[in-house]
């Protein structure tokens, strides 16, 4: 009796392991099936940047590149303008990013740390902020320029860039500090050091994960707008990448396909390459502030 016991225990314990194999390979195949969705819009760009005008117009889409043709690159940088695109794009976002982070987190700490009557009300202010659609503020904001000369202006952009950005790098900031314990600042201050001390060199540093979090977000709104760049800047000269990437055409206004895929090729690129390098900081600081916060 105890024999058979023994093997019906057995006889289970090997359907179990059969059905969590089972489950598994079911599991690999829709998660492998998921990131080959999501990776191969990529490949295939890269791959079609690398291709021929006439392996784009006489091969089948999908078809391989029959070389590396990255000529197409050297078109889309020089011919294309994308130099230009590239460095105002660079001039417009990284400022932002930098003013974004420093004032969304002094005013974070404020919010959270320093004991002020009003400082409910203007929290509620930034939530509310996050809130507006940006295109209902679009023609207010357009009179305003005009009237204040910031039409074709890469600092005009970069002031709308930081402006937009602060809400809700302050609302995920505030989240941040309150994991920062109060007995910290207390004792700071008996040791001598002032606020100003006291955030730059104990706050500020503690924000790691939470800086490149909310640097990583904010630079994907900014490098991939397209909305503001188009309704504040008119002059060619001074277009970001975004809008450089749509009024890209060849000669006599001919669409050159593998230039036109190679520069969108170096829009999508170095926000790969800094999600690549800096995910899991990322995923920290996520993970961090829904658990802090």
Do not use: C
Not at 102 to 128: P, Q
Not at 236 to 262: D, K, N, V
Not at 265 to 279: G, H, K
């Amino acid at each position: 009796m105890q024999t058979n016991v023994e093997i019906n225990k057995q006889t289970t314990k090997d359907k179990t392991k059969k059905s969590f194999r089972f489950g598994s390979v079911i599991g690999m195949t829709l998660i492998f099936l998921f990131v080959l969705i999501l990776i191969y819009p990529i490949i295939w760009l890269l791959l079609s940047s690398l291709k021929t005008p006439n392996e784009i117009a006489v091969n089948p889409m999908f078809a391989l590149p029959q070389g590396f043709h990255f000529e197409n690159y050297v078109t889309a940088w020089t011919s294309g303008n994308m130099n230009i695109y590239f460095k105002n794009s660079v001039i417009a976002v990284f400022p932002a990013l930098f003013f974004i982070i420093m004032l969304g987190s002094m005013a974070a700490f404020a919010i959270e740390k320093m004991k002020w009557k009003l400082k409910d009300k203007v929290m509620l202010l930034f939530l509310a902020g996050i809130m507006i659609p940006v295109q209902i503020v679009l023609l207010p904001l357009f009179t305003m320029y005009f009237n204040l000369g910031l039409l074709n202006n890469l600092f005009g952009l970069m002031l709308i860039y930081t402006v937009f950005g602060l809400p809700l790098t302050i609302f995920l900031f505030v989240g941040y500090f309150k994991s920062v314990p109060n007995e910290l600042l207390e004792s700071s201050i008996m040791d001598g050091a002032n606020i100003y001390q006291f955030f730059f060199k104990i706050a500020f540093p503690l924000l790691k994960n939470a800086i490149v979090t909310v640097a990583l977000v904010q630079f994907f709104f900014a490098w991939n707008d397209l909305i503001f760049a188009m309704t504040f800047i008119s002059d060619s000269s001074l277009r970001t990448i975004q809008t450089g990437l749509i009024s890209f055409t060849g000669e006599y206004g001919a669409r050159q396909w593998g230039p036109t895929f190679a520069s969108i090729s170096l829009a999508v690129i170095p926000t790969l390459i800094l999600y690549l390098f800096l995910n899991r900081l990322v995923m920290k600081g996520m993970t961090s502030g829904a658990v802090k916060g």
